[in-house]
């Protein structure tokens, strides 16, 4: 049973078979301050000072993605990158969201959190 953003942050992601219900998502979301579940998925946008700052960040995460096998969508702009997470292979292929999706949001956030020079 994940409860805390620490649980999290302790699992690794694996292939997903099964969604997760509407309301184990929404529990698991308030496990993530400034993320939200819109549209089916889960998504934050984050905030940088320049464009070298953003792209750092979206590298930071593309290491992250291939090393969890699980990959977000994401939107890039100068001072933003809106990252979206769902699971593809659930729902019989239809897409969802995945305890996977929660997982790497959790880390996307530490990355975030982890640059010694302000956003
Ligand atoms: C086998 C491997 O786990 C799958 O192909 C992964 C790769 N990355 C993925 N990323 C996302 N966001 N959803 C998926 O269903 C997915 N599937």
Known sequence: MISTHADLLGHNCHPAKDALSA?????LALLLPGWSLEDGKLVRTFSFNNY???????????????????HPEMTVT??????????????????????????????????????????
């Open 78 to 119: 100068y001072k933003n990158c809106i990252v979206r997470y769902d699971t593809h292979s659930v729902n019989n292929g239809q897409g969802g969201l995945s305890i996977n999706d929660f997982i790497c949001a959790a880390k996307a956030g530490l990355l975030f959190h982890s640059a010694a020079v302000k956003q």
């Open 23 to 27: 309301d184990e998502a929404a529990r």
């Open 52 to 70: 070298y700052r953003t792209m750092a960040f979206v590298n930071a995460l593309a290491y992250l993605s291939h090393a969890e096998d699980h």
